[in-house]
């Protein structure tokens, strides 16, 4: 597996849709590549963030 093919999967891998097969692929090559493995904690860390913050305020807009 390439790292593209890797990255275009890694979506999928997180959320648990690929095939048992794909899933063990994309693991190994995250396993044996730091620059994918990188990518994939970044990747994890920001739905981590994304899920698990407070909603945020939208400041109301002033009228001129």
Same mark, same amino acid.
């Given at each position: #597996? =390439?790292?593209?093919?890797?990255?275009?999967? #890694?979506? +999928?891998?997180?959320?648990?849709?690929?095939? /048992?097969?794909?899933?063990?692929?994309?693991?190994?090559?995250? @396993?044996?590549?730091? +620059?994918?493995?990188?990518?994939?904690? @970044? @990747?994890?860390?920001?739905?981590?963030?994304?899920?698990? @913050? +407070? /909603?945020?305020?939208? /400041?109301? /807009? =002033?009228?001129?």
């Amino acid at each position: #597996m =390439t790292c593209h093919v890797a990255i275009q999967l #890694m979506c +999928d891998y997180l959320e648990g849709r690929l095939s /048992p097969l794909a899933e063990r692929q994309v693991s190994k090559h995250v @396993a044996s590549c730091p +620059d994918c493995m990188r990518i994939l904690e @970044a @990747a994890e860390e920001t739905l981590e963030i994304y899920f698990n @913050a +407070d /909603p945020m305020r939208l /400041p109301h /807009p =002033t009228s001129a």
